[in-house]
T-cell receptor
Framework: NAGVTQTPKFRVLKTGQSMTLLCAQD?????MFWYRQDPGMGLRLIHY???????AKGEVPDGYNVSRLKKQNFLLGLESAAPSQTSVYFC???????????????FGPGTRLTVL | AQKVTQAQTEISVVEKEDVTLDCVYE???????LFWYKQPPSGELVFLIR??????QNEISGRYSWNFQKSTSSFNFTITASQVVDSAVYFC????????????FGAGTQVVVTP
């Protein structure tokens, strides 16, 4: 039981390049989330998904796209990276709260992205 | 709207001292859940505790204890006899029942424990 995993762990991009971050969870959780963490800013929600095939915008969605084609995977895409997207990205998953789940979010180890 | 305030940016203590982290929340919902997470220097986010709005029973788990008071909208966390391994950023978070599982995180409190 690996919990939540993220690929890659580190990445350096040049401005304008694109990339996809992969999040995978093996806990059969309904909900999945992408956050970014910047110094002094805490955790900010980028996008989230409450079910396979469904995604929604969070607090800071601009410049990112997501997809949830499989229940266990949640992909975060940067189509044209900008230096402002330099950050640490965390994925999290949780049970669906109205089915008796605790709603506790479990986090992946993070991806450190630098955009030059 | 939901809001979580962690007014303490950084707390520095010497090993074996007690540390209390403050968390004040705002919500209009009557059913909600509060969480504490730990982020050590290695960077991962570790779940510590969850409390729901119907359970004001305070808890002690080893050197950790939590004080939940609905009357003051506070969910404080205390580390007793701190150790160097407690050095981390601690986040308080709030989830309401209508939030589709989304959390509102506080800004975090950096705890530095020196030998």
């Amino acid at each position: 039981n690996a919990g939540v995993t993220q690929t890659p762990k580190f990445r350096v991009l040049k401005t304008g390049q694109s990339m996809t971050l992969l999040c995978a969870q093996d806990m059969n959780h309904e909900y999945m989330f992408w956050y970014r963490q910047d110094p002094g800013m805490g955790l900010r929600l980028i996008h989230y998904s409450v079910a396979e095939g469904t995604t929604a915008k969070g607090e800071v969605p601009d410049g990112y796209n997501v997809s949830r084609l499989k229940k266990q995977n949640f992909l975060l895409g940067l189509e044209s990276a900008a230096p402002s997207q330099t950050s640490v990205y965390f994925c999290a998953s949780s049970e669906r709260q109205n089915r008796g789940g605790t709603g506790t979010q479990y986090f992946g180890p993070g991806t450190r992205l630098t955009v030059l | 709207a939901q809001k979580v305030t962690q007014a303490q940016t950084e707390i520095s203590v010497v090993e074996k001292e007690d540390v209390t982290l403050d968390c004040v929340y705002e919500t209009r919902d009557t059913t909600y859940y509060l969480f504490w997470y730990k982020q050590p220097p290695s960077g991962e986010l570790v779940f510590l505790i969850r409390r729901n709005s119907f359970d004001e029973q305070n808890e002690i788990s080893g050197r950790y204890s939590w004080n939940f008071q609905k009357s003051t909208s506070s969910f404080n966390f205390t580390i007793t006899a701190s150790q160097v391994v407690d050095s981390a950023v601690y986040f308080c978070a709030l989830r309401t029942t209508d939030s589709w599982g989304k959390f509102q995180f506080g800004a975090g409190t950096q705890v530095v424990v020196t030998p």
